[in-house]
Antibody, heavy 119, light 108 residues
């Protein structure tokens, strides 16, 4: 079964950091582009970062550039998002998603991990 | 940045009716790189359509996508109870990837 499972979310103070992880199984991880998409409470979807299969292409939305770092470990079938300097407006559910390499739609999604930034 | 505007914001229909959802782009989307997703409360989005008109794996044929350039449509031919949800369009033809604000499909 194709599966993505996120972890690492939680409650953090403004300015704090977290490391989100996504464990992939059931498919050839090293042939897919992977993305992080977030959804603030009651709001729509925002693609904040993606990384190509070989890590040759990494994209960040302006809203997270310089604060978030995405990486992948193909040997461990894992995806990561280091989130630093967190702000209130980073509060959201963070989804890990898979897509065909260099085609940036998402055909498999995890269930998400919740990040809450609050003092 | 390509802005996607979905209409209507909310659509109220009954089971068995036909639903037509619109997604309009602020500029032409290259190669019809447009996708549609369905999201139910408390769940992750699910891919329905990619490439404007190709159904994703396992998606029933009552869902169809059409359009090109700046105007795209998702049609659900006969609504089933499980189709009532929020629908998002997404363009992936140019950076940054953007989503529409969503159309909520409610039971009338």
């Amino acid at each position: 079964e194709v599966q993505l499972v996120e972890s690492g979310g939680g409650l953090v103070q403004p300015g704090g950091s977290l490391r989100l992880s996504c464990a992939a199984s059931g498919f050839t991880f090293n042939t897919y582009t992977m993305s992080w998409v977030r959804q603030a409470p009651g709001k729509g979807l925002e693609c904040i970062s993606y990384i190509s299969s070989s890590s040759s292409t990494v994209y960040y939305a302006d809203s997270v550039k310089g604060r978030f770092t995405m990486s992948r470990d193909n040997a461990k079938h894992s995806l990561y998002l280091q989130v630093n300097s967190l702000r209130d407006d980073d509060t959201a559910v963070y989804y890990c998603a898979r897509g065909p390499d260099f085609y940036y739609y998402m055909d498999v999604w995890g269930r998400g991990t919740t990040v809450t930034v609050s003092s | 940045e390509i802005v996607l505007t979905q209409s209507p914001g909310t659509l109220s229909l009954s089971t068995g009716e036909r639903a037509t959802l619109s997604c309009r782009a602020s500029q032409s989307i290259g190669s019809s790189y447009l996708a549609w997703y369905q999201q139910k409360p408390g769940q992750a989005p699910r891919l329905l359509i990619y490439g404007a008109s190709s159904r994703a794996t396992g998606i029933p044929d009552r869902f169809s996508g059409s359009g090109s350039g700046t105007d795209f449509t998702l049609t659900i031919s006969r609504l089933e109870p499980e189709d009532f949800a929020v629908y998002y369009c997404q363009q992936y033809g140019s950076s940054p990837i953007t989503f529409g604000q969503g159309t909520r499909l409610d039971i009338k």
